[in-house]
């Protein structure tokens, strides 16, 4: 069956999994270049050249950092330079990325209050403030959320969560898993008062897996003084004193650093508001067929439906996995697996980083295909409506 379409040699395959997201040529072929000193003076010029860069993209003025590292590395650099051990936090049930980070703090040592959510549904303001009320000895030490949860396709709304925690003026800090939203879903670290922001580099920022990033508010910095937490490759102090002059502790990741100045040059050469405003066409799209589709999109909430990708459940009976199965093989396409207890009852489409009306429609088709073939119910004209919305407007 694979070889049905010649599809090993023609054409290329369809990255559509909400991270890693297609590299576009532009960054490969940054990325290609040949390894430089990095401790030398074209090293501390592309270095300066990032950090300014990531600071227009993360929409701060504070330092942003950049590790070597998995997004997962930027979740753990988070915690251990602002927090003690014993320290009670305060996490979200979005789904599994947000069970994950909880996970990983619970394995530092730290205490994590959890609110538990349906895996549909966005962080709730009202009860991050009930929680920081009921605190009334200031115990808590950080809230962290998740902005676009991406086993789920639901993005919460940080303005209206640093709101709830300044009404109870709680000294708590705010940190944010920007992982799936950066460069994809307006996000903005000052303005939204947050104190650190996670992300990195495979999803909206179009580049190959490898980097983590930090943004770090005044008020986080001032924390890392009484952190108790052991770090040592993650230390944020080390990191910022060579950063002053472009160098790194240890050695960056160099081509991937080639490849993020890159990404930051084509998405203000576009610009960041168009590209949001892309985004949100694309899902918009997106959610037009699989309304078409008669297929259920797992966010609940009509007003948060994620602009980087679109979770769809599987009809009654039908396998997520084994419809996957037929999409690649068929068509030489990847989607998103349901995660966690999702495994199985949904499929994520991917549409966010490098991506353009006519990638999605052949996305769709993919898919609309793929149902056929696997003989997934659904109404045919997905595709259809899709196109009808993105020249609606
Ligand atoms: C992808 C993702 C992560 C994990 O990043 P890794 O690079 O796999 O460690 C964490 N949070 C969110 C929201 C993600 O989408």
Known sequence: MAQRNNIETSGRHFLQIPGPTNVPGRILRAIERPTIDHRGPE????????FSGLKRVVQTTSPVIVFPSSGTGAWEAA?????????????CETGHFATLWRELAARLGLVVDFIPSDWRSPVDPAAIEAKL????????????VVHNETSTGVTSDIPTIRAAIEKTRHPALLMVDTISSLASIDYRHDAWGVDVTVGC????????PGLGLNAISAKAMAATKT???PRSYWAWDAMLDMNKTGFFPYTPSTNLLFGLAEAITMLEEEGLENVFARHKRLARAT??????????????DEERHSNSLTAVVMPEKSDADEFRKVVL???NMSLGNGLGRLKGKVFRIGHLGSLNELMLAGTLSGIEMGFKVAGVPHRPGGVQAALADLTSD
Not at 79 to 91: A, E, H, K, Y
Not at 133 to 144: L, P, R, Y
Not at 289 to 299: G, H, P, R, S, T
């Open 43 to 50: 090293f501390a010029r592309l270095a300066s050249e990032i």
């Open 287 to 300: 959610r037009a067929a699989v309304k078409a589709w008669k297929l259920e999109i797992l966010c609940r």
């Open 79 to 91: 915690l251990v330079n602002t927090l003690s051990p014993g320290d009670r936090i305060l996490m």
């Open 227 to 229: 952190a108790k937490l």
């Open 329 to 331: 093989e068929r068509f």
């Open 133 to 144: 009320i009921e605190d009334k000895t200031k115990q808590i030490k950080a809230v962290c």
């Open 201 to 208: 580099s495979q999803k909206g920022l179009m580049l190959p």
